[in-house]
T-cell receptor, first 118, second 113 residues
């Protein structure tokens, strides 16, 4: 079984400041890792993903995340946030060997609400 | 290129009523999913399908039913609505395997009163 813990339910940050959203996972097998973003009243959009290779992954809108296998973490970062980054951010994990393939693979964290203050 | 389309966007049901949440995708994805999202709880998988005619239960299937007669459509049925089913429902689709991630619809906000 796999699980995802997003350590902060809410993160307030001033505009143009850096931000880090924390995500830890647990799994007994190798995993794929994802960050999704949900803007108000919208569905989720894929922000970035880690499949293999370089542990630093770049995504859309200037976000990046670093996979740390020893710490079982996949923290999301942005060096300078904008008011338009206000959204809910979800970390998700999928086992490479999920019995149903992708069908039952994705486990989501509870989300972190990023609040940008002017 | 519509992606994943959900209808309706909003609905209020009375306890005991039934309804179907519609979901259609135009990306020829074999895999489709229904999630519910409750505040502070993330997304919980209700049902999923790996292809036409094949469905299976997720984490929270009680009170729901699904069917998959075509690759494009994956409707979710609530037979006897209960207040506990008040939630935002998301449909998603993907290629087989998780490498490409999921494409989500914009959601249906359901209130049961």
């Amino acid at each position: 079984a796999q699980s995802v813990t997003q350590l902060d339910s809410q993160v307030p940050v001033f505009e143009e400041a850096p931000v880090e959203l924390r995500c830890n996972y647990s799994s007994s097998v190798s995993v794929y890792l994802f960050w999704y973003v949900q803007y108000p009243n919208q569905g989720l959009q894929l922000l970035l993903k880690y499949l293999s290779g370089s542990t630093l992954v770049k995504g859309i809108n200037g976000f990046e995340a670093e996979f740390n296998k020893s710490q079982t973490s996949f923290h999301l970062r942005k060096p300078s946030v904008h008011i338009s980054d206000t959204a809910e951010y979800f970390c998700a994990v999928s086992s490479l060997v999920a019995p149903g393939g992708g069908a039952d693979g994705l486990t989501f964290g509870k989300g972190t609400h990023l609040i940008i203050q002017p | 290129n519509a992606g994943v389309t959900q209808t309706p966007k909003f609905r209020i049901l009375k306890i005991g009523q039934s309804m179907t949440l519609q979901c259609t995708q135009d990306m020829n994805h074999n895999y489709m999913y229904w999630y519910r999202q409750d505040p502070g709880m993330g997304l919980k998988l209700i049902y999923y399908s790996v292809g036409a005619g094949i469905t299976d239960k997720g984490e929270v299937p009680n009170g729901y039913n699904v069917s998959r007669s075509t690759t494009e459509d994956f409707p979710l049925r609530l037979e006897l609505a209960a207040p506990s089913q008040t939630s935002v429902y998301f449909c998603a689709s993907s290629l087989p395997g998780p490498r490409e991630g999921y494409t989500f619809g914009s959601g249906t906000r359901l209130t049961v009163v």
